[in-house]
């Protein structure tokens, strides 16, 4: 049996298995049936065992140079490293929706053996929803538009290779499945949001089981756009890492509409607000999710991302049209079970921050949108082709931005229901002093512009708060469990991880807004032409161009500059390159970058000689802080781990994971 | 408590009206800044139709015309002619090309005519990604803002 044969199989079969689990749940839930549930665990667990199986036939073909897969021919070569063949199953158009079925297989499992246990009626509902889900991603990949293992019409001798921008970077191979796991992982919040609405329960029942997952999701993806921005950086040549091209707008609007759920959900815990507004923005989220992946893979819009224009493009949009009627609908007609149980409070409350956070959440994200698809609209209006870039982006979504980090300083600090005159003295007095401290200080040193002290000040002031906090929580558990110093520190992240965590996360997103900050408004350029032996000198470095050659691999040819970047600190060599490579009629340039915690020294090989090495234009970018970014992704990522992680229990028996999340009063 | 009351009221109009507010400031800046950031996407007929002010923004998407493409190491000097078949424009520009750039290759230039009907670009973007996407000849190919 060849890979096609089995990868192909193997994906009817879990097809059979899905719709199977669309009837067993929907018939445990509607007779609350044991066997109906047995059914739809069994059928979950052999779907993604099926769909498995799909995936490694596929990697097996690219480990192999199957070419008569036509995957496998327009996505690897030869000469393409192990390494590439393993990832390229996520090159292309149907490899990342292969991809994309396991992770929704393996949601759909977990879902299946670990969340029906303590609720059945909402948990096979929700269940019977992502068998649905499930089902219509099998549909696509058996269907002739996008199924993986569509035999190649004449097989070649060798394969076209991955994309070179691809193939280039080892980032690669962390950034898209992250994004799809973050984008998939909303599924199971989504579907449980839905069944609480066919089920008509009025509770927060859904919102309770599905947090934890609502939170690795928005992890994943938080982590994966970071992933992203810094392939684009190391790879692109171009010395930034985001261009509000539509594939970035498309991955960071679920994220800005799910990091508004997360905080709102605290607000229907605590106050039993915002029923309607958090349903609401689960299935936004979801159908950003479903809009993004639309737009990127069906050649509506221009973008470096693009895949080729492609038949799945009204398949997604039918389905993201689905989702969008039915859950509004659900949503209308359980609009009066929705009515919530109380008034909001006082103007300085922490549910009063937490509604405006939201409002500006969700502003940025429809003016992202806006931006993102006004060039459609204006297209499909008036005929006429416009871009909007980076300027729109900037004007709107960086007041936005800070706005967000002063709120991020100002929530945590407030009580529920209002505070008193003498509780904001006693939370902001060392918080504001440290803010206006790092606004001289960046002054001084330098900094120019409203934004970026702005920035420096909020971040200082969001990071004063944290530590106050933090001081504050190892003071109390010395007072009432007798902890000191480290055993307290840890205790407070053990125990009240939530909270906690939530916090790591906001030195995190501090520490990004102040790489974004200072990249954006302290980078110095310079370009110069360079014969071997010269050099120039940018922002107190000497820049020396040793030599130009040629190296031969397997699957490319590259031509590098030798540079020495000569500083204070010393010297560090770096080797900026241009790679040829067969498949591709253009040459892909990889940056030199020396990285440092204060600044990056990025070089790039702009133009050389191609006949006697003669010359070479070298343009070099001095960039300060930008590696905060990648620091602050990874902070994020640890204070989600800490936020996630279930606090200890008293009880020795380990119990289901829904079980654990269900008592709401537990932090 | 009825201090306490009376206060959760006025405080829920008020944060109500400002939550409104906010959300309307928003709409408009987004608004204004997407009448005031547009640039207009034209192939060099469509340009040279239009008969676009000296000094207006815009960008054009064409053809590197073959045999066209000259940079000056020394002095930095880029130039090449952008065409779609119809009109060509000649395209004046300061940097090395985008590694990218290619003669007979797609391309986005941004910036404005000069009075002498030459176009200075402040930005040159190669098409990416060839091998996936080719425009079909006289299509505007796609763009990016590095």
Redesign the interface.
């Given at each position: 049996m060849s890979w096609g044969e089995l990868g192909g199989g193997a994906l009817r079969a879990a097809l059979l298995f899905a719709v199977m689990g669309v009837g067993a749940s929907a018939f445990a839930a509607r007779y609350r049936d044991v066997r109906g549930l047995l059914s739809a665990r069994w059928c979950a667990l052999i779907a993604l065992g099926l769909v498995a199986l799909a995936d490694l036939a596929m990697v097996g073909a690219l480990v192999t140079h199957d070419f008569r897969i036509a995957y496998v021919a327009n996505n690897n070569a030869l000469e393409t490293p192990l390494f590439y063949s393993v990832i390229s199953l996520w090159a292309a158009l149907e490899g990342s929706i292969l991809l994309w079925t396991l992770v929704l297989a393996g949601a759909t499992a977990f879902v299946a053996w670990r969340g029906t246990v303590a609720m059945p009626r909402l948990a096979t509902t929700a269940l019977g929803i992502l068998f649905v889900m499930l089902s219509f991603f099998l549909l696509l990949v058996t269907t002739p538009a996008a199924d993986p293992f569509t035999p190649s019409a004449i097989v070649p001798e060798n394969g076209r290779g991955p994309n070179a921008l691809l193939q280039n970077n080892p980032l690669m191979a962390l950034h898209p499945p992250l994004l799809y796991l973050g984008y998939v992982l909303f599924s199971v919040p989504f579907a449980y949001a839905l069944a609480s609405l066919i089920l008509g329960e009025g509770g927060d029942r859904w919102l309770v089981a599905t947090r934890r997952y609502a939170l690795v999701s928005w992890a994943l993806l938080g982590t994966g756009i970071v992933a992203g921005a810094w392939w684009s950086y190391a790879v692109l040549g171009w010395g930034g890492y985001w261009a509000w091209d539509p594939v970035e707008n498309a991955a960071i609007m679920p994220w800005l509409t799910a990091t508004a759920y997360l905080h709102s959900v605290m607000v229907e815990e605590k106050r039993r607000l915002l029923r309607t507004w958090n349903l609401a923005l689960v299935i936004g989220t979801f159908a950003l999710t479903i809009l993004g992946t639309f737009l990127t893979r069906s050649g509506i819009v221009n973008s470096v991302h693009a895949f080729s224009l492609s038949a799945i493009g009204p398949l997604l949009l039918g389905y993201l049209v689905a989702i969008l009627v039915v859950s509004c609908g659900l949503l209308l007609w359980r609009s009066r079970e929705l009515a919530d149980g109380g008034a909001l409070g006082a103007p300085l409350s922490r549910e009063a921050v937490f509604l405006f956070q939201n409002v500006l959440f969700v502003a940025a994200t429809l003016t992202v949108l806006l931006g993102t698809l006004y060039p459609l609209i204006a297209e499909a209006l008036s005929g006429t082709q416009l871009s909007i870039g980076a300027p729109y982006f900037d004007r709107v979504e960086v007041p936005i931005g800070l706005a967000l980090l002063f709120l991020m300083g100002v929530g945590p600090q407030l009580p529920w229901h209002g505070a008193s005159r003498a509780t904001l003295e006693r939370q902001f007095a060392a918080p504001a002093v440290t803010a206006a401290l790092a606004a001289v200080v960046s002054v001084a040193a330098g900094a120019r512009g409203a934004a970026p002290v702005l920035t420096y000040a909020l971040a200082a002031f969001v990071a004063a708060t944290v530590t106050q906090e933090v001081a504050r929580g190892i003071r109390a558990r010395g007072a009432l469990h007798g902890e000191r110093g480290g055993t307290a520190f840890l205790a407070l992240f053990r125990r009240n991880g939530r909270r906690y965590g939530g916090y790591v996360v906001h030195l995190g997103i501090a520490l990004i807004a102040v790489a974004i900050a200072a990249s954006q408004s302290g980078t110095v350029e310079a370009e110069q032409t360079l014969a071997p032996g010269g050099s120039m000198a940018v922002a107190g470095r000497v820049i020396t161009l040793e030599a130009i050659r040629d190296v031969d691999e397997p699957q490319r040819r590259r031509v590098v500059a030798d540079v020495r970047v000569s500083g204070a600190s010393g010297d560090t060599r770096l080797e900026p390159s241009v790679a040829f490579y067969p498949n591709a009629t253009q040459p892909v340039g990889t940056p030199g970058i020396g990285a440092g915690l204060d600044e990056d020294v990025y070089v790039i090989l702009a133009a050389y000689d191609q006949r006697g090495k003669a010359w070479a234009t070298i343009r070099t970018r001095v960039i300060p802080f930008v590696s905060w970014l990648w620091v602050g992704g990874a902070v994020i990522g640890l204070g989600s781990v800490i936020a996630a992680l279930p606090p200890p229990r008293r009880r020795p028996v380990r119990t289901p994971a829904v079980v654990e999340a269900a008592p709401a009063g537990a932090e | 408590m009825s201090a306490r009351a009376s206060?959760?009221?006025g405080?829920?109009r008020?944060?109500?009206f400002?939550?409104l507010a906010?959300?309307i400031g928003?709409?408009f800046?987004?608004a204004q800044?997407?009448a005031?950031?547009?640039?207009?996407?034209?192939t060099p007929t469509e340009a040279q139709h239009r008969g676009l002010a000296p000094g207006q923004t815009a960008?054009l998407g064409g053809q590197v015309e073959a045999g066209s493409l000259r940079?000056e190491?020394?002095s930095?000097d880029l130039r090449f002619v952008i065409g779609d078949g119809v009109s060509r424009v000649q395209v004046v520009g300061t940097?090395?090309?985008?590694?990218?750039l290619?003669e007979g290759?797609g391309a986005v230039v941004e910036g404005a005519f000069g009075t002498d009907g030459v176009f200075r670009a402040t930005q040159v973007i190669?098409k990416?990604?060839?091998?996936?996407?080719a425009p079909p000849p006289g299509a505007?190919p796609?763009?990016?803002?590095?």
């Open positions: - | 206060r959760g009221i405080g829920r008020l944060v109500a400002a939550a906010l959300a928003i709409g800046v987004a800044s997407l005031g950031t547009a640039v207009y996407y034209l960008r940079y190491p020394a930095r940097g090395a090309p985008p590694g990218l290619r290759a190669a990416h990604d060839e091998v996936y996407q505007t796609s763009h990016r803002t590095p």
